[in-house]
């Protein structure tokens, strides 16, 4: 994986870090970096997800869910840590085995999803860290019913991933489900290289090991310095842009297959460094598409944003047939590939000219290594990131409060957030 920060610098950008800043804050990267593996060395909560890839029982997840072998479709029930790391290796990677992330509670979405599914070829991973979310629990109870009626046993076509304890591990327990563990020390964001998203890339027949492997690669790059560390360089360089008014990272994948990726890039950051008042705000965009939605923003907008180019340098390609369409003969002949290789550039250029700091990564194909080596990198950038904004990265206290509201608008307890719903200030107009 390269990052090319040259279009963040104050020479070409602004907002934009002059290249005497990057070399100060360098010397924050270094103190972070020692308080990093000193937090990686004592096995502590949240840094000891970067010492993952040599903590992953590859066999025991290979055991999970060899038993669902014979299934033709995963549904993996679960939200947030839960799903999106799984999904983006799914949406990355082909598999003959189709998988559904029910990550939502929308009663039509759930339905028709269920319509479409031979369930008795189905295997159901229901996955939560704390086993007590409503949201993965009632689409477990939704599922399971599905099941029933169809008259698959679904003990036979479950495991569970969670803590060791909650309603997750009790039904475990008494259900007898085949189960794993989620990691010690490791938030639910942080969890894609664990069982919560190795297992579903097993089932889908990935090499969790070359991921893994892609992960090490990336952990071996990290360093004292961010000139020598292209995840660092990432964390400081999105921080530098945030301190200086690029208070917005516009996610620009220039591959499909990477949607899903700036999904679980934007969960991991928010919720990671979006804390005491700070932290950069993700919004997820798919190139080459949102050039013909936000570029206009983008380019001739307020300079309140960065934007992250992220291709894959290799790609499958299609060849575009020749034409004599008028003014289209220049395409004829030429590939997608170069087509969008080609948009890449001149979009990153565009910005460039406009003076909107912008930084490419590019890693090598989109295969297990390379997004083992993404995922990883991501991580260490968002944990770096968390010792520079001088936030704990590691907790997620605000989303609790619509939680408790919520529950107590079912009529799960007496919380006073739930009072305050019924408090709101209105003004509609109809
Ligand atoms: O894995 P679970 O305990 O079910 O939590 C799933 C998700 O919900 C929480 O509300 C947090 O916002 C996320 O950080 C977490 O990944």
Redesign the pocket.
Known sequence: MQVDIGNALAEVATPGIPREALERLDDRVAAAHARIEEGRANDEHGYATLNQPDNVDVDAIEAAVEPFADCETLINV?????ALGAATISAALDSDVEAYYLDNVDPKWVADHLDDIDLSKTALNV???????AE?LSNFLVVREAMEDAGVDWTERTWVTTGPEGNLRDLAEKHDLPSLPVPDGV???FSVLSTVGLAAAALQGHDIEAILDGARDADDALGPSLFDSPAYAYGAVNYALDQRGAGINVLLPYAESLETYAEWYS?LWA?SVGKDGVGQTPVRALGATDQHSQLQLYRAGPHDKMVTFIRPKERADTTIPETDLAGLSYLGGSTLGELIDAEFEATEASLANAGLPNVRIEIDRVDEAAIGELLYSMEAATILAGELYTVDAFV?PA?EWS?KATRGLLGGGDFEEADEVAEKTELTIE
């Open positions: 679960g939200i947030g840590g839960s996955v939560s860290k704390s086993g007590m979310t993965t938030p639910g964001r969960q919720e997620q989303v939680k």
